[in-house]
């Protein structure tokens, strides 16, 4: 990791002085590679072993992180589905396949063999505004919207708008 903004190694950061240290792609700090991680460059100054690391390879993948890296329990997961309402995604279709791509995903989390017993999942949609759902309240056929008309400075304007998943499925 980057000793200054602690970035992990990925893709995009560049081995320098023959793969001894390595130019953080996000603040410019050189950081000396460890011993146990050091790999020649080829020719093109690319490390020979890049195809086979996959945070050297791939634009995004996961790290699972040991419990020496918390400093408190772990985090549940959480899911917020972005929908776009404009005319242009109802129109073209893009909304009937974003939905049913949400309802899927859902689906998949919902899975015994998949769910966490606190995920939590929102949804939100967005035009020229943002349009939040209170999940929380089971009464109403439909959950409460509600707007946040500054985009520029967005925030979740009540916690009802992500739930647990085991218990609001069908919201």
């Known amino acids: 990791r980057c000793r200054r903004c602690r970035c992990y190694v990925n893709?995009?950061?560049?081995?320098?002085?023959?793969?001894r240290h390595w130019v953080c792609n996000l603040c410019g700090m050189m950081n000396?590679?460890?011993?146990?991680?050091?790999?020649?460059?080829?020719?093109?100054?690319?490390r020979r072993d890049a195809a086979e690391r996959p945070e050297l390879c791939y634009g995004s993948y996961d790290i699972q992180a040991t419990q020496e890296y918390f400093n408190r329990p772990a985090?549940?997961?959480?899911?917020?589905?972005?929908?776009?309402?404009?005319?242009?995604?109802?129109?073209?279709?893009?909304?009937?396949a974003s939905v049913q791509a949400?309802?899927?995903?859902?689906?998949q989390l919902a899975q015994?063999?998949?769910q966490h017993e606190n995920t939590l999942v929102g949804v939100m949609t967005y035009d020229m505004?943002?349009?939040f759902y209170n999940l929380a309240s089971g009464d109403e056929d439909l959950p409460a919207m509600l707007v946040v008309p500054d985009?520029?400075?967005p925030f979740l304007p009540s916690p009802n708008c992500v739930v647990k998943l085991s218990e609001r499925r069908e919201a």
Do not use: K, W
């Open 102 to 107: 949400v309802l899927a995903a859902i689906e």
């Open 32 to 46: 000396p590679v460890e011993t146990d991680y050091f790999c020649n460059l080829d020719a093109q100054g690319r």
């Open 75 to 96: 985090m549940p997961p959480a899911f917020m589905f972005a929908l776009d309402v404009s005319a242009n995604a109802v129109q073209s279709g893009l909304l009937a």
């Open 112 to 114: 015994p063999s998949r």
């Open 11 to 19: 893709c995009h950061v560049q081995f320098v002085d023959g793969g």
């Open 129 to 131: 505004q943002l349009h």
């Open 151 to 153: 985009i520029d400075d």
